[in-house]
């Protein structure tokens, strides 16, 4: 049997209808939240079943117990060491002031808020993440649920759970400033007292007073200023001790060459076998704050604020003496713009460059995945005895930190415009910047 004619009637029987070609089946948007309700629920109950096999102690929980213990006795705030690793304070006196609540619980009952905070505390840097990233779907609640879920095995997030840090904490304190819109009351002011807890974000004030933040600048002092003089009037002793001797002795932390610290300072001691490197890693720092401060200000005007926000947080992770590798959180926004720039369809980039942005996420989450500082050599003091092709194991962390200034600076770099005999400049392609 022929095919009908071009305008002829169909025989009978059969009907003109529609193309037999059906779309695709899409999972029904009411049904989304629950597969990713479902999907964080499986993710739950297999951190739950590892912390049941495992012992917890949450090492700096007991750290925090104890600072806040010390300042609710009127007890020296500096001089006690808890736990088997005889564990001191090391931060300044305001943060210890936050920490009086958790004294005063049982620390089991301790234990389980702070692993409950720290889900919930979890949640909302993803949020904040996707928020950064310029994600605004519908779908937001199944993605930030399926954002949960994954980013609770990233090595420095699940760090952090075991060990009841704070560092998801001040990642969510900074990042729901910061995204706020530009003139914003009051911006600024949540990242001063931020840095007033862990130093390290005071450096994100110097990025926005980089880049013509001004009032934002000058509120994080304001706000730095502030939990400073607080400590100072109810804690004058202790403040005094921290900040005339306590904030400069780097090694009360802990050694800076193990492993554990992914700073410059960590990388540069296990390469040179050395306990100190000295006047070299102040060399390092010194220039990777420069260059990478740059570069975060040049990606904040070439329209990519996201960008240079991240780059700055990873600069002052990079210059820190040491960031142990649960500091590195700020993996959660990472991964998280990297995979908006993929997904977005604003985003008209050739074939290459979308398996290039793919590559990309890929190379990042298997570092954040991998934990391969981990699978070196690091009892006792092998960590300063490792051979070549186990150091860049051992420095997943710094190095992709650096890889990261490398190539913002690279797709940022001024492009050379050609011109046409009695015609305007070409224009730039159009980018999509969150």
């Not at 059969?14 to 193309?19: F, I, K, Y």
């Not at 997030?157 to 914003?184: H, M, S, Y």
């Not at 590798?325 to 993996?331: N, S």
Request: net charge positive; aromatic share 8%.
């Amino acid at each position: 049997m022929t095919a009908p004619a071009l305008g002829q009637a169909p025989p009978a029987g059969r009907t003109a209808g529609p193309s037999r070609t059906r779309p695709p089946r899409r999972v029904p948007d009411r049904l989304l939240p629950v597969l990713a309700g479902l999907a964080l629920g499986v993710s739950l109950a297999a951190f739950g079943l590892w912390w049941a096999r495992h012992s917890v102690p949450m090492a700096d929980l007991q750290v925090y117990r104890a600072e806040g213990a010390a300042v609710l006795g009127g007890r020296d705030l500096y001089a006690f060491r808890v736990t088997p690793w005889r564990l001191p304070a090391t931060y300044p006196p305001f943060a210890a002031l936050l920490f009086t609540p958790v004294a005063r619980l049982p620390l089991p009952a301790a234990r389980a808020a702070c692993v409950a905070a720290d889900l919930v505390l979890l949640a909302a840097l993803v949020h904040l993440s996707l928020r950064l990233a310029g994600v605004r779907v519908r779908r937001q609640l199944s993605l930030v649920l399926l954002g949960t879920a994954a980013a609770l095995w990233l090595e420095p997030v699940f760090q952090t759970v075991i060990f009841g840090q704070i560092n998801l904490a001040v990642a969510v304190l900074v990042l729901a400033d910061l995204t706020r819109p530009a003139g914003a009351r009051g911006k600024g002011l949540m990242l001063g007292l931020a840095a007033g807890v862990k130093i390290t974000p005071a450096l994100l004030a110097v990025h926005l007073a980089l880049t013509g933040q001004r009032r934002e600048a000058a509120r994080a002092a304001a706000g730095f200023a502030a939990s400073a003089a607080l400590g100072l009037a109810l804690l004058p002793r202790a403040s005094l001790d921290f900040w005339t001797a306590r904030l400069y002795e780097t090694g009360r932390v802990g050694k800076v060459w193990i492993v554990d610290n992914q700073s410059l300072q960590g990388p540069l001691a296990r390469v040179l076998h050395t306990p100190d490197p000295g006047p070299l890693w102040a060399a390092a720092a010194l220039l990777t704050a420069a260059a990478g401060l740059a570069v975060a200000a040049r990606a904040h005007r070439h329209g990519r604020p996201a960008l240079g926000l991240l780059c700055a947080a990873v600069t002052a992770l990079l210059v820190s003496p040491v960031s142990w590798t649960h500091h590195w959180v700020w993996c959660v926004p990472l991964l998280a713009l990297a995979a908006a720039r993929i997904g977005d369809p604003a985003v008209r980039a050739p074939v290459r460059g979308r398996w290039t942005r793919i590559a990309v996420l890929a190379g990042g989450a298997a570092v954040f995945y991998g934990r391969s500082m981990w699978q070196v050599p690091h009892a006792g003091d092998l960590d300063l005895h490792l051979p070549w092709w186990q150091q860049p194991l051992a420095a997943p962390y710094p190095l992709l930190g650096l890889a990261l200034l490398a190539g913002t600076a690279l797709s940022t770099r001024p492009r050379r415009t050609e011109y046409v005999a009695g015609s305007a400049p070409a224009a730039r392609p159009v980018e999509w910047t969150p």
